[in-house]
């Protein structure tokens, strides 16, 4: 019987990568592992697919009864809803420890560093298998996203090393014009729907009693926003509506000026002035400098509940 490895229910680069790069890793190791994701890619994964002959993991959503591997998540809240009824065998993440509890022992990687590909590459080494080239570069496309090009506070001298030994395997010279050359692709929102971009990246957290939804988009220039901004303000109000949440915030984070604008459609804005230290004007902030949802949002936001 195949045991599946996926990522969080909306896959981005890192979710999707390190899927098929542990499924490798695995592979070698005498498992059967099968990649598999539960969403839609984004246009940017889609692009480190292409330039690095990736093949698109299945799409799956229900893992009951099965053996499964799961990467950069531990919060029920982004696993698929039958998730208690597999067996999780291990988890590779470098996000907090989640809600999520096992029914037996796991192999567990949790490490404080900016993308999971960067303790996926850690296990490589760790187990002595050789990376092959084209998973050498999406894995290395996955670290330059999560720690947009080494912005980023999560950024670890680890990632960095990793991104070094892993351009040099996949023959990439100028890792960060390939790192510009994603986010540009990361920046085409034109053609897209609100709900399209409002889910690209979009989890959510239970806090307390309450659930928190909170979504960002990465581009090069944030004036790619300013005839949408309207409709994804209606958009993240509908989906607080839908899934019964106490605040849902979409961060729009020029990578250029390095800060974020933050939208915020919430039951009680001051819980997320107080954790920001910030006013909100028209419910909306300009964030000087935060760039990481993980480390700059998330730790703020969850005493307010």
């Not at 996949?170 to 050359?181: H, I, P, Q, T």
């Not at 901004?229 to 961060?251: R, S, W």
């Not at 974020?260 to 300009?286: C, I, P, R």
Request: aromatic share 6%; proline share 4%; with cysteine.
């Amino acid at each position: 019987m195949s045991t599946y490895v996926f990522g969080h229910t909306n896959p981005d680069s890192d979710s999707i990568v390190g899927a098929i790069s542990l499924s490798y890793l695995k592979n070698q190791l005498g498992e059967d592992c099968v990649p598999t994701r539960q969403g839609k890619v984004s246009p940017e994964t889609e692009f480190i697919l292409e330039k690095f002959n990736g093949t698109l993991p299945e799409l799956k959503t229900s893992y009951a009864g099965e053996d499964v591997y799961i990467v950069d998540y531990s919060d029920l809240a982004q696993a698929p809803e039958d998730i208690l009824e597999a067996t999780v065998l291990g988890i590779v993440d470098h996000h907090k420890l989640g809600d999520l509890t096992t029914s037996t022992p796991l192999e567990c990687w949790i490490r404080p560093v900016g993308c999971s590909n960067t303790i996926i590459k850690e296990m490589y080494d760790a187990y002595d298998v050789e990376i092959p080239k084209d998973i050498a570069g999406m894995m290395l496309c996955a670290i330059l996203s999560d720690t947009v090009i080494f912005k980023s506070p999560t950024c670890t001298k680890v990632d960095t090393k990793a991104c070094k030994e892993l351009a040099k395997i996949a023959g990439v010279e100028d890792y960060k014009a390939l790192g510009m050359e994603m986010f540009i692709v990361k920046s085409a929102v034109q053609g897209a729907t609100a709900r399209e971009l409002t889910t690209r990246d979009y989890k959510e957290f239970a806090m307390g009693s309450e659930k928190v939804g909170v979504g960002q988009l990465e581009v090069v220039d944030l004036s790619v926003f300013d005839e949408m901004k309207e409709d994804l303000f209606t958009d993240i109000a509908k989906l607080k509506e839908e899934g019964g949440l106490h605040t849902v915030m979409l961060l729009l984070t020029d990578i250029m000026k390095e800060g974020s604008q933050v939208l915020v459609v919430s039951d009680d804005v001051s819980k997320v002035e107080s954790g920001l230290d910030v006013k909100l004007e028209n419910n909306e902030a300009w964030l000087d400098g935060v760039l990481s949802r993980k480390k700059q949002i998330i730790p703020f936001i969850q005493p307010q509940f």
